[in-house]
């Protein structure tokens, strides 16, 4: 019956008793949207802007920066298409935005922090963002990675309505969650990134295998600030949703909307399971879950409480 309901996916995303929870897809390109588009993602969540140009020495201009992205928005007309702005540094280095030589990259400057040296960077591709709208008819959402303050989230959202987009900020830092109230003053919508906030909550490299029970997407200490988050996006009615790992894992997938995010955006090959395991569960089962799985001291066992809340594998 599993595997029947994987088959049959089609979108949209809600829990059996019917919550919406939108299923987006995380891209880099306009061929990896069409190809999310073609597996049932009700949009994007997740744009990726800075893996086109790892490999590029120079900025690359407007006019390309725009055409790549109309390329994504054409795949999903009328639907959300959330473009997150360059997260260069740290693990994806792109040579014309990146400090050489950081001591900590990961610590260092990098997503928006790069604007403090070089804001003409973000200017032109806001221009880009823009440009792509006007020519598609779309209205993109746009996000910062890497946001730690207020001030900033206030700067960011400033320079996005400005050009008549939708602002929102990523919420990869502790900070972040804590101030998740705030934040949603200056800008539309935060966008989960768990992949850096649980490299950031538990001080462990993302990269590091030695190090990956730590950043396991499981730990309770992540579950907290995801949920501080989503109860922020609560009080204020205004979308919080994942684009980490995290959500590309049916069973943690229910347990974030549990913790009451409103979408989820995870790479296109996991749409289908994320779509067909909320289709068989319970908004309240994965309250329990979300509940069941906080209350756990470690990852294993918040694992094991959401799996018997949920009566699932
Ligand atoms: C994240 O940090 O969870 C995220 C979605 O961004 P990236 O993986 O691109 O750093
Ligand atoms: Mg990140």
Redesign the pocket.
Known sequence: AAAAALAGYRGPGRTRDGLEVKVLA?VQDGAGARAAAARHAEGVG?L?T??AFLSRAEEPSVEEQAAGYAAVLEAFPGQRVVV?TL?AG???PLAFATMPDEENPALGVR?LRVARRDPGLLERQLDAVAEAARRTGAEPWVMA?MVATVAEARDFGQRVRARGLTPGV?V?IPSAALMADRLLREVDFL?????????YTLAAD?LSADLADLTDPWQPALLALVQATAEAGRRTGKPVG?????AADPLLACVLVGLGVTSL?CAASSIAGVGARLAVVDTEACRRAAQAALATDDPHDARAAARRELGVE
């Open positions: 995380n997740l990726r800075e893996l997150r997260d740290s693990d994806k997503g990675p990523m990869e966008s989960i990134g768990t992949n850096d906030l649980s490299q993302r994942v684009c980490g790992e995290a955006s």
